[in-house]
């Protein structure tokens, strides 16, 4: 058996049983609160692993080694931005969350942030909302599938398109069976298999090595200047400004709908949520600490690669047996589509849930045809748009989490704030975000990482509570 005939027979073993569970948890989605919630009877195991899964995206596997690979030592600051960013989430939004009156009959995260508006700001609300969820999301999800591109192309040498559409329609497939019950079951299963790979493979990768002392030597003779540098060769408020931007992508976390509202669904009891926390971090300590030290032992062992964003797939062949190899990239896979499922089930619910189309009766079918709108939008994007993976998903990342994180964040824990100044914060986190990307001399830096943030923070703290203005329209 060849290694691409062994990679092959893994993924369609996998597939299957990624699209058995839809089935099976098409038995448990009767109505909008299964599809869009789980029915809010998710288990610790399953809301922390799919939750976890759906936060790292093919961004964590290609592209956190890719940036190990290509920038060196200063993308340690990676580890703290993202386990910091689960810390957030896990320990402040999520209790706030579940103690919250906004929260108790949410199905959405816009239920939340339009939570005792007159019926015009409500409307008003959810339609910039919206907008902004699918603009962002559709970016996202569009990354996701660029990524099962490279995965297909590297594996087995198809086109790009063709390895997009394949990765696309079966993503689509399992989210429209299930809804979010499939989506959680299938997101944990992909966010084990994602742990594995991130001990196996960097572990493998350093021994190969020669383990600390081989690293060690490896690492600084490679002959790139700035590889041994914990600032990227910037010095003074340059080499802060580094940092400070690398650390404020754990700020985004609270703002990211696909992932915190695994919160709203996590079954009842400070059990659930203490044993929930236990296993996230763990999580993400293995995830982001294994793909940086892949990205490094993988610029030791293989100096010249073309594009970065590939050192997962190249080690994985170089260095496993076809079968685990296979694994491995399953993984990869699986990174891509436990977060493209629960953006497409964010985006449907923002669509038809929020701006609240048809009858309660069609309800479902409404949904389904979100997702699949969504899934055209986001194919049509990673067809015909030629970015990286690391710098478009930090773009939409960023755009949600000063959009969303500082609104929700200041309602569960302060109460809700003034509609107008939920409109504002809203629109300015996410206009920011854009201006910032659109430009050449802020795009990736500090500025468009903490400005767009910190002025949304700003409004909804500098805001009066709600009920102490007029009504407003």
């Known amino acids: 058996m060849t290694t691409e005939h062994a990679i092959l027979a893994t993924l369609v073993v996998y ?71 689960f810390a957030l989430n896990w320990y402040v939004v999520a209790p706030a969350m579940r103690r919250s009156p906004e929260v108790r009959n949410a199905v959405t995260v816009t239920d939340i942030l339009v939570g005792g508006c ?56 399992y989210t ?24 196996i493979l960097p572990w493998i990768a350093f021994s190969a090595v020669g383990g600390f002392s081989g690293f060690s030597d490896g690492v600084n003779a490679i002959t790139v200047s700035n590889y041994t540098s914990f600032t990227h060769n910037a010095l003074g408020a340059g080499g802060l400004g580094f940092v400070v931007g690398i650390l404020g992508i754990g700020l985004g976390y609270p703002g990211q709908p696909h992932v915190v509202n695994r919160f709203m669904a996590l079954s009842e009891g400070e059990a ?32 010249e690669l073309a594009d970065q964003e590939v050192i997962f797939f190249k080690a994985a062949q170089s260095l496993l047996s076809p079968v685990v190899a296979g694994v491995m990239i399953a993984a990869v896979l699986s990174a891509i ?44 994007v990673a067809l015909l748009v030629h970015e990286k993976i690391f710098s478009r998903v930090l773009f939409a990342w960023t ?29 300015l986190g996410f206009g920011l975000s854009v201006l910032f990307y659109s430009l050449p001399e802020t795009r990736g830096t500090w500025v468009e990482r903490l400005v767009p943030i910190m002025v949304s923070l700003a409004i909804m703290l500098l805001a009066r509570k709600h009920g102490d203005t007029p009504p407003g329209p």
């Open 15 to 85: 597939k299957i049983v990624l699209l058995g569970i839809g089935l099976a948890a098409r038995q448990r989605t009767r109505d909008g609160v299964d599809f869009f919630l789980g029915g809010r009877k998710l288990g610790p195991w399953v809301a922390a692993i799919s939750a976890s899964a759906s936060s790292s995206s093919a961004w964590t596997l290609l592209g956190v080694s890719g940036a190990a690979y290509a920038w060196g030592l200063s993308a340690v600051w990676l580890f703290p931005a993202c386990v910091g960013g």
């Open 272 to 303: 659930s949520l203490r044993n929930a926390r236990r296993i996230a971090m763990t999580w993400a300590v293995i995830v982001y600490s294994g793909m940086l030290l892949l990205g490094w032992c993988g610029r030791i062992l293989f100096t």
């Open 399 to 427: 755009a949600l989490g000063a959009a969303f994180g500082p609104a929700l964040v200041v309602t569960v824990l302060r109460g809700q704030r003034a509609p107008a100044a939920r409109l504002a914060a809203m629109l």
């Open 118 to 173: 007159t019926p015009r700001w409500r409307k008003s609300l959810s339609l910039i909302a919206t907008t902004i969820l699918v603009i962002s999301l559709g970016t996202y999800v569009a990354s996701q599938f660029d990524g099962a591109g490279k995965a297909f192309q590297e594996t087995f040498g198809l086109s790009k398109s063709w390895s997009v559409i394949i990765g696309a329609t079966i993503v689509l497939a």
């Open 176 to 199: 429209l069976l299930g809804g979010f019950w499939a989506v959680s079951l299938t997101d944990t299963l992909q966010g084990l298999v994602m742990a594995a790979a991130c001990l």
């Open 337 to 380: 589509m436990s977060t493209a499922d629960s953006q497409l089930l964010v985006a449907a619910s923002a669509v038809t849930h929020d701006l609240g189309r048809g009858r309660k009766s069609q309800s479902m079918l409404y949904s389904r045809l979100g997702v699949v709108l969504l899934t055209v939008v986001a194919l049509a």
